[in-house]
């Protein structure tokens, strides 16, 4: 069991075929964030969507916590979810941080990582204040904190407002104190070895309008053979504002890689009838 956090996470699980894909999100959602992205590869993956501990349904985490803890309970997921198949890996913002971890410690279970509203800072100021805010505020903070991870033009639509709602309305089961802790095992600095012992496939989905679009090309540079795609007008969470543009980027990724398995549709109109 992982140190440091009080229980095994919580998952949802969408696919019943295929390898297994397993989504990490951000501060301050959780796996539904990715509503989009489990629904729409669960046509060819095993799609796992973990909540963070302090979020969703998953347990508490108590001071010490590191994000080597947070890795090794996302692999425990893993573990019962499907055994030791190799995964790929998809991290958003402080997910990237966890995925890169997970990819680390077990190398020859990770097929792919796919890193999104990240960048490389070797000083990681913005976590000092996100610990005041959740220190002073509490999970209530967690509304305000959705609308900062979006573009200004996603901020004003209805469903950047639907999301921030869906987030926050699950608010009984998280939990401030953790999410500092959480914070605060964000913000120790990263070693070189994070970046430099990805030997998957890797990419990064940035958005142009993400105040992480261009550490994003810093932290392209740290991982051998990283490739980087940049959706232009999107914020922070650009698989939540433009999905069709996220998907495809990784879709090409994945079938560079051939890690996507021949299309389901394609496969049965081939068939001999």
């Known amino acids: 069991m992982a140190e440091h ?12 075929q295929g390898r297994p894909m397993v989504f990490v999100h951000p501060n301050p959602m959780d796996h539904s964030c990715w509503v989009y992205q489990m629904a729409h590869f669960s046509t060819w993956f095993r799609t796992i969507g973990i909540d963070l501990p302090g979020y969703g349904r998953s347990p508490t985490a108590s001071p010490g916590l590191t994000m ?24 958003l913002s402080v997910g990237v941080s966890v995925v890169l971890h997970m990819a680390n410690q077990r190398p020859a279970q990770t097929l792919a990582v796919i890193m999104t509203g990240s960048g490389y ?7 000092v204040k996100r610990i005041q805010q959740y220190g002073e505020q509490g999970v209530a903070f967690r509304y305000q904190h959705a609308f900062e991870d979006y573009s200004p033009a996603f901020r004003e639509t209805p469903l950047a407002k639907y999301f921030a709602e869906l987030f926050t309305e699950r608010n009984q089961w998280a939990d401030a104190p953790t999410i500092v802790e959480q914070f605060r095992a964000l913000g120790v600095p990263d070693p070189d070895w994070l970046f430099a012992g990805i030997q998957a496939p890797s990419l990064i989905i940035t958005g142009s309008e993400d105040n992480s679009h261009q550490p994003a090309f810093a932290l ?33 990724f994945l079938r560079a890689h051939s890690l996507l398995a021949p ?5 049965a109109s081939a068939a001999p009838s």
């Open 5 to 16: 956090i009080n229980g095994p996470l919580n998952y949802e699980r969408l696919g019943k």
């Open 68 to 91: 080597q803890d947070v890795a090794q309970a996302c692999w425990e997921v893993v573990d019962e979810a499907v055994g030791d198949e190799p995964c790929i890996l998809v991290g």
């Open 121 to 127: 800072q070797p000083v990681k100021e913005f976590t």
């Open 220 to 252: 392209q540079a740290r991982i051998p053979g990283c490739e980087l795609v940049t959706i232009h007008g999107a914020g922070h969470a650009c698989n939540m504002e433009r999905p069709w543009e996220w998907d495809a980027a990784a879709l090409r």
């Open 263 to 267: 299309d389901p549709a394609a496969t």
